[in-house]
């Protein structure tokens, strides 16, 4: 994924900086690399915070495979998907709650809708066999670690499956472990104003610039809270009666 420079440079010039241009965009340049790291955090930040529609996944739930501590009151524990930026609900929305990355719930083989950062996972390992043994290969591509793995095998030589194999990053992306997907209108308008507010706090001397920015970066949320609010993340979990727990 690249750093969006138009938005970017318009944060810059709202706090009266210089924009970026082509012969800054480089590893030494103390400038580029302040915006770089504040683009991703901004970015990550805006999708933690909002259910935005752009950008939603519906992934099934593995068990988690990490040694927990688990909470008496839900039956499962089921990891978060890796490129998950905010939950936002189960199926027939279901009750469940976030502990350290992880979801649970009572809900059997559950499915999570969600807002995903387009973090991307490489292909893991190659094996292969000793000659005359077996004259393919196979790929393996598998879940984070610490969870059981979803695999997928691709029988072939790598000449033949090349295309089927999960693409390489480009050399030239600001951020080569996240795609860029396809967010609405709102959540880059709400990532400038965001940026703005900081760029004003760490490189002017203004702070009702700063409180300016962030006012205006809070108001582009509102908006955006109501125009993405559908179905909530789950009903309420109500104690049982101890006589619905014997059946009478």
Not at 176 to 202: G, T, V
Request: with cysteine.
């Amino acid at each position: 994924m690249k750093m969006n420079r138009d938005i970017v440079n318009r944060a810059l010039y709202a706090t009266g900086q210089n924009p970026l241009s082509d012969s800054d965009i480089n590893e030494k340049n103390s400038n580029y690399q302040l915006c770089k790291s504040y683009y991703l955090a901004t970015f990550l930040e805006a999708l933690s915070e909002v259910e935005w529609v752009g950008g939603r996944k519906r992934e099934k739930l593995l068990p988690t495979g990490r040694p927990i501590m688990r909470n008496q009151k839900y039956k499962f524990a089921y990891d978060m998907p890796f490129d998950c930026a905010k939950p936002i609900e189960l199926q027939d929305n279901e009750f469940f709650i976030v502990e350290d990355r992880l979801i649970l719930t009572d809900v059997q083989e559950a499915q999570l809708l969600y807002v995903s950062n387009g973090r991307t996972l490489r292909p893991v390992s190659v094996i292969s066999m000793k000659l005359g043994e077996q004259p393919d290969m196979e790929y393996l591509t598998a879940g984070p670690p610490g969870t059981v793995p979803e695999i997928t095998l691709y029988p072939g030589r790598p000449a033949d499956i090349k295309d089927e194999l999960p693409a390489e990053p480009s050399p030239t992306d600001d951020y080569p472990d996240y795609i860029e997907l396809q967010y609405e209108a709102k959540f880059y308008e709400y990532i400038e104003k965001k940026l703005a507010s900081k760029f004003a706090m760490k490189a002017t001397e203004q702070p009702n610039l700063h409180s300016q920015m962030l006012q205006e970066s809070l108001l582009v949320k509102s908006e955006a809270v109501d125009a993405s609010r559908s179905s909530r993340a789950a009903k309420i979990k109500e104690d049982t009666w101890w006589t619905d727990e014997i059946g009478m």
